[in-house]
């Protein structure tokens, strides 16, 4: 069975980490998190923000190689035209972007846009498929989850949005993923005011258990946190020590996982 490689960009919520002043060109900081963004087989980038470019180019990734883009929503941190744009330029076929099938955005060129209805499943290349999935995050950014499938292999990725809206709940019982990436913007504490829009720490502590018993989740299954805002977190360090608690794991910039 072929395995899917993941690669996250960046892990970052919209307020940079003020390491990044100092310290943006280092590799592997851990508490240096730049615009949230994954790149899946090399080829197809989820989200392009303020950071990706630099993201990829710190990580030595020549962005010729990407074919497609997938935007969970248009927030800045996530998507940037000029960016995109740029990305687009050199490509003989014209890059593919993916946005929820409502979404508005100016014409960006060389650039094909597909746009995307909840819940069907498209192919993207290389026996990779994408279903987005609705998301609880400001409906005016246009936002969408998104199930990556190969194989039998399953990834949900999650950033950015809060708990799960019910039809997406449903839509994953019984998918026994094999990583679910999850939004973590707010720390471990209670009482934020984000609660309809991002996770905490302790909303995730809740919700597993429930995504384990509906089979959405196994115990072979990777929790990875990401979307972390470094500013209502402890150190990654010891955010890891947290999350081991609950059976997670901490994305950090550069990240790779094979599947
Ligand atoms: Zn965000
Ligand atoms: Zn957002």
Not at 43 to 54: N, S
């Amino acid at each position: 069975m072929k395995k899917i490689k993941i690669q996250f960009l960046g892990t970052c919520a919209c307020d940079y980490s003020p390491k990044l002043e100092n310290e943006f060109k280092k590799k592997f900081d851990f508490d240096a998190r730049r615009s949230s963004a994954l790149l899946v087989e090399d080829t197809i980038l989820i989200d392009c923000g303020e950071h990706t470019l630099d993201s990829l180019d710190i990580l030595g990734i020549d962005y010729n190689q990407i074919t497609d883009i997938l935007i969970t929503h248009t927030h800045d941190d996530h998507f940037n035209e000029k960016h995109i744009e740029k990305i687009a330029k050199n490509r003989h076929v014209p890059l593919r972007l993916w946005l929820r099938e409502d979404a508005e955005i100016s014409d960006i060129s060389n650039t094909e846009l597909i746009k995307m209805k909840p819940f069907e499943k498209y192919e993207l290349s290389n026996g990779l498929f994408v279903s987005p999935l609705i998301s609880n995050h400001d409906p005016k950014a246009f936002p969408q989850h998104f199930l990556l499938e190969k194989d039998d292999k399953k990834i949900f990725y999650g950033c950015d949005g809060a708990w799960f809206l019910t039809d997406t709940y449903n839509y994953l019982n019984n998918k026994n993923l094999d990583l679910m990436i999850l939004d973590a913007t707010v720390g471990d504490y209670e009482g934020d005011y984000r609660m309809s829009e991002h996770n905490s720490i302790p909303m995730i502590r809740l919700m597993l258990p429930s995504l384990k018993n509906n089979h959405t989740i196994n115990k072979k299954t990777k929790i990875v946190l990401s979307h972390i805002a470094p500013s209502l977190h402890k150190s990654h360090s010891e955010t890891v020590e947290i999350a081991k608690g609950f059976g997670a794991e901490v994305a950090y910039d550069g990240l790779i996982m094979e599947l």
